[in-house]
């Protein structure tokens, strides 16, 4: 059955900037309904102030009408959401997510010619207490007999470790598809190793599959670029840094084709490191300057090879050329003329830094966790990497990345598998055993009588822990 609170509108992608004015409205029309609420408790339903608050609540609609006729608010395991985008959270926000949940109210869907009448009638049929409104027939009948036509309530929609939209398949499909990515790097890097053509049509078809992986589940595939394969970083970075990049396209709403390009340019931007001394790329410790120099030859060494290639798009040679460039131009090889940066590039700059900082490596002695790899991006936003994608990464990625250990104000342990509204709320794994055979994940926006049940306290690392964290991507 067609579900009109959860169903995906096609439309055209949206820029990043449309997204977030899209978003911002939402947060302010689902405020402003708060107030209405509120009011409603307050004082009569002819009062000016409630008139007056349920007359904002549809201007404020107004904008988001604009788009389809209609606005679906909906919650999902103590998450909001605004028809397909995600909302910030806030203690407000998070007091009324808890209080509907309470009446197992699970989405709400306002349709264009809302009247105020029907807001004011709708903000105290809410007020009432879970029992009458069930010896009533439900919101349903409620909303029929004070004949509120243009909104639609669903009930809760309860989500677990197993019942969840998308993790079950698309959990078992990730990791196959990093697999086969990794071994479409091994048998290209190996054919320009020995001077043979590699078959640039089995990468483009496994780039294809990996951009639906991402589509599909985003934090399955995220969660595999946390893996630490010191034997094979070189083939592991090259897929980390498509498997981000990617994830970042599809956050900005990238269409499938952009994507593939992307994932393209993101797994050869690197390539030009195939020509360079094998004793330079895994030396330990610092480079020398005679050693600076022939590493900072990768990106032309990579252009003179995918030049070389058959079919293969323009934007990775460009991508190649320009992701150590820097924001600010300061970095290799030295700019020349006036021409921006392509956004691919800005990109895969991002996405490279970040598994970089992350990385099991030779030279690296002391292993970054991802939360503090965000700061670092986060502090050389404007310089290094473009600030707004950056933004938009940590968006992505959360403060306390996919990979990540906490440790909770419970004394609990938990290690981040996705994403939420809040930045500071991930879903987190609670490690008891430490074998990999746990199953419990919950919420950090998980509420009781408006107070978070569990809040993150600090990050851990999982060496001094001895957490094998690969077990549980794997």
């Known amino acids: ?48 102030l409630v008139k007056a608050s ?11 009408f604009s788009r389809n006729g209609e606005c679906a608010f909906h919650l999902v395991g103590g998450e909001l959401f605004f028809d397909t985008f995600s ?9 009324k997510i808890a ?19 029907e807001v004011v009638s709708f903000a105290y049929i809410v007020q009432r207490d879970q029992t009458y409104i069930t010896s009533r027939g439900g919101m349903a009948a409620l909303l029929e007999r004070e004949s509120i036509i243009h909104i639609m309530v669903q009930g809760l929609l309860k989500t677990d470790r197993t019942s969840e939209t998308l993790p079950g398949e698309a959990r078992r499909k990730a990791p196959a598809i990093y697999l086969d990515a990794m071994q479409t790097v091994k048998e290209m890097v190996h054919s320009l190793q020995v001077g043979r053509p590699f078959n640039s049509q089995k990468t483009q078809a496994m780039l294809h599959t990996m951009v639906d992986g991402v589509l599909d589940n985003r934090d399955a595939l995220l969660g595999l ?7 094979e970083y070189t083939f592991a970075h090259s897929v980390n840094v498509a498997v981000l990049a990617i994830g970042l396209g599809t956050a900005l709403k990238f269409d499938k084709p952009q994507l593939a390009a992307l994932g393209f340019a993101a797994m050869m931007h690197d390539i030009g490191k195939v020509n360079l001394p094998i004793e330079v790329i895994n030396k330990p410790g610092s480079l020398t300057e005679p050693e600076w120099e022939i590493m900072r030859r990768h990106p032309l060494e990579g252009v003179v090879i995918l030049s070389g290639m058959q079919g293969i798009h323009q934007l990775a040679m460009v991508t190649a050329l320009e992701h150590h460039q820097h924001y600010d131009t300061h970095g290799y090889p030295q700019k020349s003329g006036t021409a921006q940066q392509h956004p691919f590039s800005h990109i895969v700059a991002i996405a490279d830094a970040f598994d970089a900082i992350t990385a099991v490596r030779v030279y690296y002695k002391v292993l970054k966790p991802p939360d503090e790899a ?14 707004m994608l950056v933004k938009a990464f940590a968006n992505m990625v959360g403060l306390f990345p996919i990979g990540t250990l906490l440790r909770l104000d419970t004394s609990e342990i938990g290690l981040v598998v996705h994403q939420t509204t809040d930045l500071f709320r991930p879903r987190v794994i609670l490690l008891t055993t430490l074998d990999g055979t746990e199953q419990e994940e919950i919420s950090l926006l998980e509420m009781a009588r408006g107070k978070y ?22």
């Open 1 to 48: 059955m067609h579900d009109p609170l959860l169903a995906r509108r096609d439309a055209s992608p949206l820029s990043f900037v449309q997204q977030q004015l899209i978003i911002t409205t939402a947060k302010r029309a689902f405020l402003q309904l708060n107030i209405v609420f509120r009011n409603s408790l307050l004082y009569p339903p002819s009062h000016p």
């Open 54 to 64: 349920a007359n904002l609540f549809l201007h404020i609609l107004e904008d988001l």
């Open 87 to 95: 909302l910030p959270i806030d203690e407000t926000t998070s007091r």
């Open 99 to 117: 209080s509907l949940a309470e009446k197992n109210i699970g989405g709400i869907l306002f349709k264009a010619g809302l009247a105020e009448q």
């Open 225 to 231: 670029t946390t893996l630490k394969l010191h034997d």
């Open 374 to 387: 965000i700061r670092i991006l986060l502090k050389l936003r404007g310089s290094d990497f473009n600030p």
């Open 453 to 474: 049940l569990r809040t993150p306290a600090a990050t851990l690392d999982t060496n001094i822990l001895k957490v094998n964290i690969n077990q549980y991507f794997t």
